[in-house]
């Protein structure tokens, strides 16, 4: 056995971070404080050290669980659960044997390949003759396995530093991208569909933190929407430094657009004052841009056109990670970030409360100025704002949102 003394850790490799030059510190600063916050109740004492372009991660904690944690940390292009020994080559090389052992009693292994980098340039052997050294006496102990170095079954990854080395053998995908909070906050528009939660990943993606906000046709629809909502932004907050949900019951002044005679103009008009709104609570929270789930020409609501009538009535920028994206792709990556299951659910959709049998695919401009005119849509927003729900969703169970009031049916026979 090895001389010095063995731990459990998990190595996990840099993205775009790595590419970032001067400001490569502020970027692994954010990347590692975004890591504390997802391994916060873990259940254990926790340490987190920087090798080059490398975190290394370990603690009073096992391994799996650091594994599942640190894979929802946006940064990380690769998760590798490992172990850490002293850096002597008799050390690196027992390890590697006793690896190579434990992997081999739980599945068949017929070929290895050994990978090492030598980061510390006074250590007695550079990462080639590592690589030679360890796979000889590998295959000296083990002379029933054959060395492969283009696919092998079990590849021994061996980073050497000044005091300790780290040998890893097993490489779970990380979600890349830049670390949330990095390039600003910003506010999500979140249905209770699959297209808004996977518009927030991709925006956590490219190093947004996110706040939400949810519109709900309250008191004319039932609460499901709500909590809908609520069940998605937590599920998303796994990925983030916790964000609030904003919830906006928007039920009556839906009717006071139908009233002002908004038509076929309607979901568009709808669609305006969600944005105007959400416009003036990002001023409130400090969001720059606001997210929504759009996808080019998926259904009528979202031309070209009525994209443009919508955005005119942002005073933020209106960003759409989706834009090009179809209808089985979004479902396919809400299946893997986690909120298909949530977002399959029935609910009362508030943008169907009021909807004409067919909506307009070109937005007529006069025409929505004057129906928002009618409203008074300045008085409209505050109004709304007067009575925003916050939440912030994690592990506890929503606050109730306010009953609802009136039938659905009523609202549409104009009562």
């Known amino acids: 056995m090895a001389t010095g003394s063995y731990g459990p850790c998990v190595l996990l490799k840099h993205g775009e971070v790595f590419l970032k030059g001067r400001n490569r510190d502020r970027f692994v600063d954010r990347l590692h404080d975004n890591l504390r916050v997802a391994l916060r109740g873990v259940g254990g004492s926790t340490w987190i050290k920087s090798v080059g372009s490398i975190t290394v991660l370990g603690g009073e904690v096992p391994v799996d669980a650091l594994v599942e944690r640190a894979r929802r940390v946006v940064g990380f292009t690769s998760v590798e659960p490992g172990i850490r020994v002293p850096s002597t080559v008799e050390d690196v090389t027992q390890a590697g044997l006793d690896v190579l052992l434990d992997s081999a009693e739980h599945r068949p292994v017929r070929t290895f390949a050994v990978r090492a980098r030598r980061r510390d340039k006074q250590f007695p052997l550079t990462s080639h003759a590592m690589e030679v050294h360890v796979g000889a006496r590998l295959k000296g102990a083990l002379p029933h396995l054959a060395v492969d170095l283009g696919s092998p079954e079990v590849l021994l990854s061996i980073q050497v530093d000044r005091k300790e080395s780290y040998l890893t053998w097993t490489r779970l995908p990380g979600l890349t991208g830049l670390p949330v909070g990095s390039s600003g906050r910003a506010l999500v528009l979140l249905s209770g569909g699959y297209d808004s939660p996977v518009a927030a990943h991709r925006a956590m993606r490219r190093g947004l933190a996110c706040d939400f906000v949810h519109f709900n046709g309250a008191p004319y629809t039932n609460p499901s929407s709500v909590y809908k909502a609520y069940a998605l932004a937590r599920e998303l907050n796994r990925y983030q430094p916790p964000g609030h949900l904003h919830v906006i019951a928007l039920g009556k002044a839906q009717k006071q657009l139908a009233v002002a005679g908004a038509g076929r103009l309607q979901v568009v008009a709808q669609r305006r004052l969600m944005v105007r709104t959400a416009s003036a609570l990002a001023a409130r929270t400090g969001a720059e841009a606001l997210v929504t789930g759009d996808s080019l020409g998926q259904v009528a609501s979202q031309t070209l056109a009525n994209m443009t009538a919508v955005d005119e009535a ?56 004057a129906v928002e005119k009618r409203i008074d849509v300045d008085d409209v927003i505050e109004t709304l704002l007067d009575h925003v729900q916050v939440m912030l969703p994690g592990d506890d169970v929503p606050p109730a949102p306010a009953p609802v009031c009136r039938a659905q049916k009523e609202v549409m026979s104009g009562a």
């Open 314 to 369: 942002a005073s933020l920028p209106v960003l759409r990670p989706l834009l090009g994206w179809d209808k089985q792709e979004i479902i396919d990556e809400a299946h893997t970030i986690g909120t298909a299951d949530v977002s399959v659910l029935p609910d009362e959709d508030c943008c169907q409360l009021l909807a004409p049998p067919r909506v307009s695919t070109r937005a007529n401009l006069p025409r929505l100025r």
